[in-house]
């Protein structure tokens, strides 16, 4: 029983995250797994802070963002598919396991 319990929740599984230590405030850096319009699996980098904003009980306390890697600037994020290969050398790529690469 422990098995299928355990291939229920790999199956219903998202992603991962994993926390961090910034100069200002802790965060959380991860991969979020979803389906494309043509059911293949497509994975985003994630980047997640507290909400340091919050104004309300209904605002979330926590606000996820799309990762951009810290060593690829705007100007060269828009070059070749050779630069996206070669930029592999970010934070928060260094942690997540193959997994989930």
């Given amino acids: ?32 797994k979803s389906l494309d319009d043509m059911g293949q699996e497509v994975k985003s980098k994630v980047i997640v802070f507290a909400n340091k904003n919050k104004t309300s009980e209904n605002a979330p306390d926590f606000i996820i963002y799309e990762s951009k890697d810290m060593n690829q ?3 060269a994020s828009t070059d070749s598919a050779s630069t996206d290969s070669a930029s592999t050398g970010s934070d928060t790529n260094e942690e997540i396991p193959a997994l989930l690469k």
Avoid at 2 to 21: D, P, V, Y
């Fill in 73 to 75: 600037s705007d100007e």
């Fill in 1 to 32: 029983m422990s098995n299928t319990k355990e291939s229920e929740w790999k199956k219903r599984e998202r992603g991962a995250l994993w926390k961090k230590q910034g100069q200002s405030q802790n965060y959380l850096t991860g991969v979020i």
